[in-house]
């Protein structure tokens, strides 16, 4: 179970004009569902003031056996953006095996200026998080996991469009294929990810567990087609 989640929760959210709008009431909810069961959720808060946008992030997970708690996750991020750059970053995340990441960056001198598992890092400073609120991230080569305050490199592929079902909608998404290169420090490989989006708005997205085959999907619980 302490691997089942590992890569799930890099879901913090970044801006950028065209790839994604911010929601209208200025949040974002998803469920976490895992065989069926809600486990967890993901909520995102859009603050704008003139020309910086602030996006503060939770993600909480709490799965119990037999009503005795098995697994606990959390994870925290606030990021900064300007100008549809990202231009400052802290975020933290607590495992319930003591691991916890402690991330942050910050544009300095034309650089982004990061710190995390791998210790500091001098990026570029378009660098975008690694995030799948933003679509833009489908077209980069290199991406920061804000997880662990690392770099990774990504590839994605676009598949058909498919209608999926939403709080009783019906959409018809976009629908895309990520994969990212795993880190000599991770548990595991990284998963491929699918990724749904309608009108550029993140709607879903799942990956398969390599260790036990069990699909976990994040699902937006609060759409409404504006």
């Not at 469920?31 to 486990?39: A, C, E, G, H």
């Not at 990441?101 to 544009?107: L, S």
């Not at 378009?126 to 990504?154: A, P």
Request: aromatic share 12%; no cysteine.
């Amino acid at each position: 179970m302490k691997i089942i989640l590992f890569l799930l929760f890099i879901i913090l959210y970044t801006f950028n004009a065209k790839s994604f709008p911010i929601p209208k009431d200025g949040k974002a909810s998803f469920d976490i569902i895992r065989k069926n069961k809600i486990i967890g959720n993901v909520t995102s808060t859009f603050t704008k003031d003139d020309e910086i946008l602030k996006i503060h992030t939770i993600v909480d997970i709490q799965v119990k056996v037999l009503f005795i708690p098995a697994y606990k996750f959390f994870q925290e991020t606030t990021e900064i953006w300007k100008d549809k750059e990202l231009i400052e970053i802290i975020g933290f995340t607590d495992f319930e095996d003591e691991r916890e990441y402690h991330i942050n960056g910050k544009d300095i001198d034309n650089q982004f200026i990061a710190n995390g598992m791998d210790g500091e890092l001098s990026l570029e400073q378009s660098i975008l998080s690694l995030n799948y609120w933003n679509k833009d991230i489908l077209k980069q080569k290199k991406i920061f996991d804000t997880q662990k305050g690392i770099v990774r490199e990504i590839s994605s592929k676009k598949l058909d469009n498919e209608i999926i079902e939403i709080n009783g909608e019906k959409l018809d998404t976009e629908k895309y294929t990520l994969n990212a290169s795993k880190n000599p420090k991770d548990l595991g490989p990284f998963p491929e990810y699918t990724i749904w989006y309608y009108n550029n708005e993140l709607i879903q997205f799942k990956f398969t567990n390599w260790k036990d085959k069990k699909e976990v999907t994040t699902v937006r619980n609060d759409w409404k087609n504006n």
